[in-house]
């Protein structure tokens, strides 16, 4: 070949393999790279990344774009988008793909693919894929103009019932009161108008602030003065209905038979405070109604169910009215009731008992002695704040006797009938110790020391007992033991050890030695039962670890222990409920100092009627003859009627 020749196929391919590095270099652009920037940068934040155009192939800005995509989602948040494989391309058209799934308020997610329209065009001279933009992209249904909102079904609330299953916490009538300032001619004697009113009904309402919160509020706004069930409202009404400024709102709202029937331990339901809201980002919407304190709040998960939700499209009519297109729903699932032990009618004689004491904090527990259910649980005064009956940690004073002497008694160091003394005082290590009233017995039988309740006999009897025999004996009355009852509760905690004074401070209650109302009545219901069983409130959901029967207790240490109890209210300290009806009352008085003033002293009484044990308690009450055994016989008197 001449040189020309190779000069020539030398140039021809360089040009050839030129053309075809130019070629590799200038690659096509593809849908798929345009569509997934366009769900990475959903709802909103494409930069120059995305281009769009509207069916008829006209520009619309990313910044139009966004505006109608937060439009079309209404109240819902932005969904995550994804785009689902390679677009189907046909010359300079292309259709892809995207998988939306929305966030829904009560967690649920709500999923879907829809599909996008692409085209080529030219950006900045050079080949580029657009999105067509058109409301369809994010559902199928919508149309311009149309968005998407949320709906709530609301779950109904489980109730809590008895054993027989009968509503004890159920929807009843209520009505808030309220006042609107724009309607109120003369602020001064509306406060003292409605104040009247509230305690005639013995309801106390603040109304110290109402100037301030009038004057803070809109003109046409309601404030909130009280909520009163329709019973109570019906008994004002008509002092209240037509002042000038009151306004009202009938509900219903979960409640018990009365205001105050087991209050503090049911608990109550009402609308989700900013608090709680705070505490549960995203659970909770603004009036929801959520248990506030009680088994409502311990168990309101279970209680209060799942809401459910629907997604419509909303939209405009011709005519202007709203039309709704349900495309999505999740059903509500209603709560599940609590099914507890409680007696309506022992409920109903303990708090009407505790009703008879507003100075003082007081609490009764009731147990069957039977099967060891709680039949009552009450707190006062007026349904009491917290659930002292469950969570005192006080000293039981005398009424600790009941253990002390089963101890003695079982242990066999002395007989009912053995002589033992009861001077005016007992001294140990240098510490006195003595009667209430000072008074002494003498020489008398162990029986009569437990009716007349004498602290030196029972605190000269501590060296029969051991170190730890008073704990012992605790134990086999249920106290200080691990119990699983579903709701918090104190079992107690008996001393144990210690010196000789602190051992004989004990057997009479004192000391280290603190329980609970729920303990003590436990601890009663056992001797009446002749074993201890753990107290039992909830039968569903039934706790999970309930705790097992206590062995047996010998029937030679009850039959000498229970007829001395008897004698308490025959003849010793418990008298006044001698006559009371139902059948014969045993049990034990107790007086228990709490500080270093011997005048500071809660007043008890545990006992058992029939098959009903249980305690009394009156917080720094006194004497328990003149307070605690005046409420065991208003309760007895109540529940025989």
């Not at 281009?51 to 006209?58: I, L, R, S």
Request: glycine content about 10%; hydrophobic content about 40%.
């Amino acid at each position: 070949m001449s040189a020309p020749s190779r000069r020539l196929l030398a140039v021809t391919l360089a040009a050839v393999l030129a053309a075809t590095t130019l070629a590799a270099c200038t690659k096509e652009p593809e849908p798929g790279s345009a569509l997934d920037a366009f769900a990475a940068g959903w709802p909103g934040s494409w930069g120059d990344k995305v281009t769009f155009v509207d069916p008829d192939n006209k520009t619309v800005s990313g910044t139009d774009v966004a505006t109608q995509l937060k439009a079309y989602a209404g109240t819902l948040t932005p969904p995550t988008v994804k785009s689902e494989g390679k677009p189907a391309t046909t010359k300079d058209s292309a259709t892809g793909k995207l998988h939306l799934n929305w966030t829904l308020p009560d967690g649920a997610h709500w999923e879907y693919s829809t599909e996008v329209k692409l085209t080529k065009g030219k950006v900045n001279g050079e080949d580029a894929w657009n999105v067509v933009w058109q409301p369809q992209i994010v559902h199928p249904d919508l149309q311009p103009g149309a968005s998407l909102a949320t709906k709530q079904i609301k779950a109904q609330r489980g109730g809590i019932v008895d054993e027989k299953g009968e509503a004890m916490i159920s929807s009843r009538p209520v009505v808030v009161v309220g006042v609107e300032p724009r309607k109120i001619t003369n602020l001064p004697a509306l406060t003292a108008l409605l104040d009247a009113a509230f305690k005639s009904i013995k309801v106390a309402v603040d109304l110290g602030d109402l100037a301030e919160r009038v004057k803070a509020a809109k003109p046409d706004s309601f404030v909130e003065l009280v909520t009163l069930r329709r019973e109570a409202y019906d008994q004002i009404r008509n002092d209240i209905r037509n002042l000038d400024g009151t306004v009202f709102r009938e509900e219903t709202r979960e409640l018990a038979p009365t205001r105050v029937f087991g209050r503090a331990l049911l608990g109550s339901v009402g609308e989700v405070t900013k608090e709680i809201m705070d505490a549960n980002p995203g659970k909770y919407q603004v009036g929801d109604q959520v248990g506030l304190f009680g088994l409502e709040k311990k168990y309101d998960e279970r209680l209060r169910g799942t809401d459910g939700f629907q997604v419509v499209i909303t939209s405009k009519t011709s005519t202007g009215t709203t039309r709704e297109q349900q495309v999505y729903d999740t059903d509500a699932v209603n709560g599940q009731p609590l099914k507890v032990t409680l007696d309506t009618k022992a409920q109903n004689a303990a708090d009407a008992a505790l009703a008879t004491k507003t100075d003082r904090r007081t609490a009764i527990v009731a147990i069957r002695i039977s099967d060891g259910h709680v039949v009552a649980v009450a707190n006062g005064p007026d349904g009491g704040g917290d659930n002292l009956a469950f969570l005192a940690q006080v000293p039981p004073g005398s009424t600790f006797k009941v253990v002390t002497a089963y101890g003695v008694l079982d242990n066999g160091s002395v007989t009912s009938n053995t002589v033992v003394n009861c001077p005016k005082t007992f001294t140990v290590d240098g510490r006195v110790f003595k009667n209430a009233h000072d008074f002494e017995l003498g020489a008398v039988p162990f029986h009569t020391d437990i009716a007349k309740s004498c602290n030196t006999a029972f605190a000269s009897l501590a060296p029969k007992l051991g170190p730890d025999g008073l704990a012992a004996a605790g134990t086999a009355l249920g106290l200080g033991t691990k119990w699983d009852m579903g709701v918090d509760c104190f079992t107690g905690a008996v001393s144990s050890g210690g010196s000789a004074a602190e051992r004989a401070a004990a057997a009479f209650g004192q000391g280290t030695t603190i329980v609970s109302p729920l303990a003590m009545a436990g601890a009663i219901a056992a001797v009446a039962r002749g074993k201890w069983k753990q107290p039992i409130l909830l039968l569903d959901p039934a706790p999970a670890a309930v705790a097992e029967d206590g062995p047996t207790l010998k029937t030679s240490t009850l039959n000498q222990l229970r007829p001395a109890l008897r004698e308490v209210v025959t003849s010793g300290t418990g008298k006044a409920l001698a006559d009371v009806p139902g059948g014969p009352v045993s049990g034990k008085t107790g007086t228990a100092e709490f500080d270093a003033n011997p005048a500071h002293t809660h007043a008890w009484f545990v006992g058992w009627q029939g098959d009903i044990a249980f305690a009394v308690f009156v917080e720094n009450g006194g004497d328990s003859t003149a307070s605690a055994v005046p409420l065991a016989e208003a309760f007895l008197r109540a529940f025989n009627k």
